[in-house]
């Protein structure tokens, strides 16, 4: 059974830094694109990083670029996403998501097909 689980959320302060993980199970993950999503209250779900299957290309929205980092361990089956600097802005729920078994990440979450359940971060000014 396919299955996202994330972790690693909390309240920190401004400029302090926080590393969420997501751990994968089920097959299809091994071929799968995958990506980090945030929704904050009263707004949308957006895309906040990607990568491809291999760990070689990833990308991230305007806001997260130069401040946090995706990466994967395939051997562990696991998303990380690094975040630096923290601001204020960044409260949200963050969620990890798996685009099988395609192997591009995309920045709709339409393009993705299965999801965490998601992680609150909260960074206070």
């Known amino acids: 059974q396919e299955q996202l689980v994330e972790s690693g959320g909390g309240l920190v302060q401004a400029g302090d830094s926080l590393r969420l993980s997501c751990a994968a199970s089920?097959?299809?993950?091994?071929?799968?694109?995958m990506g980090w999503f945030r929704q904050a209250p009263g707004k949308e779900r957006e895309f906040v990083a990607g990568?491809?299957?291999?760990?070689?290309?990833?990308g991230y929205a305007s806001s997260a670029k130069g401040r946090f980092t995706i990466t994967r361990d395939s051997a562990k089956n696991t998303l990380y996403l690094q975040m630096n600097s923290l601001k204020p802005e960044d409260t949200a729920v963050y969620y990890c998501?798996?685009?099988?078994?395609?192997?591009?990440?995309?920045?709709?979450?339409?393009?993705?097909?299965?999801w965490g359940q998601g992680t609150q971060v909260t960074v206070s000014s």
């Open positions: 998501a798996a685009r099988g078994p395609w192997t591009n990440y995309g920045i709709r979450d339409n393009q993705y097909n299965y």
């Open positions: 089920g097959r299809t993950f091994g071929r799968a694109a």
């Open positions: 990568i491809s299957w291999s760990g070689s290309t990833s």
